[in-house]
Nanobody
Framework: QVQLVESGGGLVQAGGSLRLSCAAS????????MGWYRQAPGKTRELVAS???????NYTDSAKGRFTIFRDNAKNTVSLQMNSLKPEDSAVYYC???????????????WGQGTQVTVFS
């Protein structure tokens, strides 16, 4: 069983910074893509940033220049450094992993439990 555990959400003033972290566990051999999604009330879940095992990154336009994704393949961890936060960044942030090779299985996708980020002006 693969599990993703997140940490680092919280309350921050606009212009401030937060760092989210996520660790995957469960006899994992490799993970193709790790990243972060977010979901604000009344909105659909959207990709914020992702990184392949080879280091290729993908950011939503609103995150470019403000957020940076980090990944440690050996530790199966992914982090999101968020700077210059805005109230519209407020959402529940979910860690995501895709194509997880664990034992004899390949899991298509796994999600963390979510961590709340609230940015106030």
């Amino acid at each position: 069983q693969v599990q993703l555990v997140e940490s680092g959400g919280g309350l921050v003033q606009a212009g401030g910074s937060l760092r989210l972290s996520c660790a995957a566990s469960g006899n994992i051999f490799s993970i193709n893509v790790m990243g972060w999604y977010r979901q604000a009330p009344g909105k659909t879940r959207e990709l914020v940033a992702s990184m392949t095992s080879g280091g290729s990154t993908n950011y939503t336009d609103s995150a470019k220049g403000r957020f940076t994704i980090f990944r440690d393949n050996a530790k199966n961890t992914v982090s999101l450094q968020m700077n210059s936060l805005k109230p519209e960044d407020s959402a529940v942030y979910y860690c995501n992993a895709e194509r997880i090779h664990s034992g004899n299985f390949v899991y298509a996708r796994a999600w963390g439990q979510g961590t709340q980020v609230t940015v106030f002006s």
